[in-house]
């Protein structure tokens, strides 16, 4: 009742600290009109920013946006959710960066299935923590059918378990984790004299091509791995990592004595969204007993594609990272590992008493055993919904969608001479730049590179568009990441005049009167 005091029509003071009202706040038994009426109230402000949004940004800048959350006395409580949804208009929802609008083209960000949303709310509610049955029940089982469904899907086999996480950076960590012991164990068990696990550590390695995610490395300082780890295996134009170029890494390392640890295969690089060729990596892992890790991050998503046969070979991995709020079209976070075979779970396995005591081991499923966090979200209920609201097939068309709308866009821009595209994609990323007219002069280089690094900074602060840039062979390349089904044809078009057109003004600014002649105008002119 007490909090229908302080809604915006009745704005009594708050009472004392420590009294009935403070507890009004509390989601429970008979307080529900409040928690319906405030869930309700936020869903509104949000439903009215996706309505009206015309640009996916604003443009402010942190200078101008900074003294807005400065300002805000986290001391002085505003005592109701339209006072606080109003301040957070200011704070947040006017210039928060919406991946929903089609032209936000930039990271690996979807636009998420309205079944997903729904349960995010009620996981919230009802918060279940999934690291023990006692904790969570049904949310146990819930998330125990998604992975065998992915694992299913991926085609690991009987023995296949897994479980959700984070992101895929946890994801690939746990998997390195899995694998370092795996191959701890192996080293000391063929040696004539074990070894101390402290002299195989620093002959551990992880090989993994040029373009693979950042994360493999973090997870290897992290795994007290030493700092020549990782092995960076070339690809080939198309970004893909080399067979061949492994096998000759794998020779090195033998003749040095250093042992293999895993091999990370990647299916979807975060820039080019190259998939390795995993079934010629799968023989050679399998022809030399290593350890493979495909990080699926991104390209899971084909799991429900017509496109599944790229993913072909993945079925050999040891482990594969699925990053659902990648491809999935999933809120962040959902994401998972899994693994071939279950019984290599338990290197993540630590007993409390308190928590999941041994002796239940056999009879009480924890989550817990199998993860590197305790408390942990129902992440998956957001994956359940999805498929039980609109099924696998209809994820699969969106993301269909996306990779077609991808196809299309790369044939505009290699028919465009004003840009240049680094590979054909595989999957839903363009990697391209401006150029100062057909024929680049290599002096003109730098100046090249700073009006496409000028143009996307130019048009993201306009807010009329989103996009990424990234480091190619030394030289700035804009990037688009298509993940919205929304996105047309138009859209993209429309990004890349403004692109254009800022790298252009940009140059005719800057390039210095004996290079201004490369300049289309100029040449025009001539
Ligand atoms: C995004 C990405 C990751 C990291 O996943 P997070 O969910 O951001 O932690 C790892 N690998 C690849 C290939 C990715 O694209």
């Given at each position: 009742?007490?909090?229908?005091?302080?809604?915006?029509?009745?704005?009594?003071?708050?009472?004392?600290?420590?009294?009935?009202?403070?507890?009004?706040?509390?989601?429970?038994?008979?307080?529900?009109?409040?928690?319906?009426?405030?869930?309700?109230?936020?869903?509104?402000?949000?439903?009215?920013?996706?309505?009206?949004?015309?640009?996916?940004?604003?443009?402010?800048?942190?200078?101008?946006?900074?003294?807005?959350?400065?300002?805000?006395?986290?001391?002085?409580?505003?005592?109701?959710?339209?006072?606080?949804?109003?301040?957070?208009?200011?704070?947040?929802?006017?210039?928060?960066?919406?991946?929903?609008?089609?032209?936000?083209?930039?990271?690996?960000?979807?636009?998420?299935?309205?079944?997903?949303?729904?349960?995010?709310?009620?996981?919230?509610?009802?918060?279940?923590?999934?690291?023990?049955?006692?904790?969570?029940?049904?949310?146990?089982?819930?998330?125990?059918?998604?992975?065998?469904?992915?694992?299913?899907?991926?085609?690991?086999?009987?023995?296949?378990?897994?479980?959700?996480?984070?992101?895929?950076?946890?994801?690939?960590?746990?998997?390195?984790?899995?694998?370092?012991?795996?191959?701890?164990?192996?080293?000391?068990?063929?040696?004539?004299?074990?070894?101390?696990?402290?002299?195989?550590?620093?002959?551990?390695?992880?090989?993994?091509?040029?373009?693979?995610?950042?994360?493999?490395?973090?997870?290897?300082?992290?795994?007290?791995?030493?700092?020549?780890?990782?092995?960076?295996?070339?690809?080939?134009?198309?970004?893909?990592?080399?067979?061949?170029?492994?096998?000759?890494?794998?020779?090195?390392?033998?003749?040095?004595?250093?042992?293999?640890?895993?091999?990370v295969a990647t299916a979807g690089t975060t820039d080019f969204g190259s998939i390795d060729p995993l079934p010629e990596l799968a023989r050679v892992c399998r022809d030399s007993g290593i350890?493979?890790?495909?990080?699926?991050?991104?390209?899971?998503?084909?799991?429900?594609?017509?496109?599944?046969?790229?993913?072909?070979?993945?079925?050999?991995?040891?482990?594969?990272?699925?990053?659902?709020?990648?491809?999935?079209?999933?809120?962040?976070?959902?994401?998972?590992?899994?693994?071939?075979?279950?019984?290599?779970?338990?290197?993540?396995?630590?007993?409390?008493?308190?928590?999941?005591?041994?002796?239940?081991?056999?009879?009480?499923?924890?989550?817990?055993?199998?993860?590197?966090?305790?408390?942990?979200?129902?992440?998956?209920?957001?994956?359940?919904?999805?498929?039980?609201?609109?099924?696998?097939?209809?994820?699969?068309?969106?993301?269909?969608?996306?990779?077609?709308?991808?196809?299309?866009?790369?044939?505009?821009?290699?028919?465009?001479?004003?840009?240049?595209?680094?590979?054909?994609?595989?999957?839903?990323?363009?990697?391209?730049?401006?150029?100062?007219?057909?024929?680049?002069?290599?002096?003109?280089?730098?100046?090249?590179?700073?009006?496409?690094?000028?143009?996307?900074?130019?048009?993201?602060?306009?807010?009329?568009?989103?996009?990424?840039?990234?480091?190619?062979?030394?030289?700035?390349?804009?990037?688009?990441?298509?993940?919205?089904?929304?996105?047309?044809?138009?859209?993209?078009?429309?990004?890349?005049?403004?692109?254009?057109?800022?790298?252009?003004?940009?140059?005719?600014?800057?390039?210095?009167?004996?290079?201004?002649?490369?300049?289309?105008?100029?040449?025009?002119?001539?």
């Amino acid at each position: 009742m007490s909090l229908l005091a302080h809604s915006p029509e009745d704005p009594s003071p708050r009472s004392a600290p420590g009294t009935e009202d403070d507890r009004s706040y509390l989601l429970g038994h008979a307080r529900t009109e409040f928690y319906q009426r405030s869930v309700t109230e936020g869903v509104g402000r949000v439903a009215a920013k996706l309505d009206a949004a015309e640009r996916p940004f604003t443009g402010v800048t942190p200078a101008e946006l900074a003294p807005e959350v400065g300002r805000v006395d986290l001391d002085q409580p505003l005592g109701d959710s339209a006072a606080a949804l109003d301040e957070l208009e200011r704070v947040y929802l006017r210039d928060a960066v919406y991946f929903h609008h089609p032209r936000y083209l930039a990271h690996l960000n979807c636009p998420v299935v309205i079944p997903a949303v729904v349960a995010e709310a009620v996981l919230s509610a009802v918060n279940s923590s999934l690291d023990t049955w006692d904790q969570s029940a049904g949310g146990t089982l819930i998330e125990r059918r998604l992975i065998d469904w992915t694992a299913q899907r991926l085609g690991l086999g009987r023995a296949a378990d897994g479980i959700f996480t984070s992101g895929g950076t946890q994801s690939n960590l746990q998997a390195l984790l899995l694998a370092r012991e795996e191959a701890c164990r192996l080293e000391r068990k063929n040696a004539a004299v074990p070894p101390p696990r402290s002299g195989v550590l620093p002959r551990l390695r992880i090989l993994t091509s040029e373009c693979s995610h950042f994360s493999v490395t973090k997870a290897a300082m992290l795994l007290g791995l030493d700092a020549e780890a990782v092995v960076s295996v070339p690809c080939d134009q198309d970004r893909r990592m080399l067979p061949v170029a492994l096998t000759h890494e794998l020779e090195r390392l033998r003749q040095a004595d250093l042992v293999p640890m895993a091999v990370v295969a990647t299916a979807g690089t975060t820039d080019f969204g190259s998939i390795d060729p995993l079934p010629e990596l799968a023989r050679v892992c399998r022809d030399s007993g290593i350890w493979l890790h495909v990080d699926a991050a991104y390209g899971c998503g084909l799991l429900t594609s017509r496109h599944r046969p790229l993913l072909d070979g993945i079925e050999e991995a040891d482990s594969v990272t699925v990053d659902y709020h990648k491809s999935f079209f999933q809120p962040v976070s959902s994401s998972a590992l899994l693994v071939r075979d279950h019984t290599t779970l338990r290197h993540a396995t630590y007993h409390a008493d308190y928590l999941n005591p041994a002796r239940n081991a056999e009879r009480v499923p924890n989550q817990v055993d199998k993860s590197l966090q305790t408390t942990r979200r129902f992440d998956a209920l957001k994956l359940w919904m999805t498929l039980r609201v609109m099924g696998a097939d209809a994820v699969g068309r969106l993301f269909d969608q996306v990779l077609e709308r991808t196809a299309a866009a790369w044939e505009i821009l290699t028919a465009d001479p004003r840009f240049e595209v680094v590979t054909r994609p595989q999957l839903s990323t363009l990697v391209f730049r401006w150029l100062p007219g057909d024929g680049t002069d290599p002096a003109q280089a730098g100046l090249c590179d700073r009006a496409n690094l000028h143009a996307r900074e130019a048009l993201f602060a306009s807010g009329e568009g989103v996009v990424a840039s990234t480091v190619v062979d030394d030289r700035h390349y804009l990037k688009f990441t298509l993940l919205n089904p929304d996105t047309e044809l138009s859209d993209i078009t429309a990004v890349l005049e403004l692109l254009a057109e800022h790298a252009g003004a940009y140059l005719a600014r800057h390039a210095t009167p004996d290079r201004a002649e490369l300049s289309p105008g100029d040449r025009q002119a001539s």
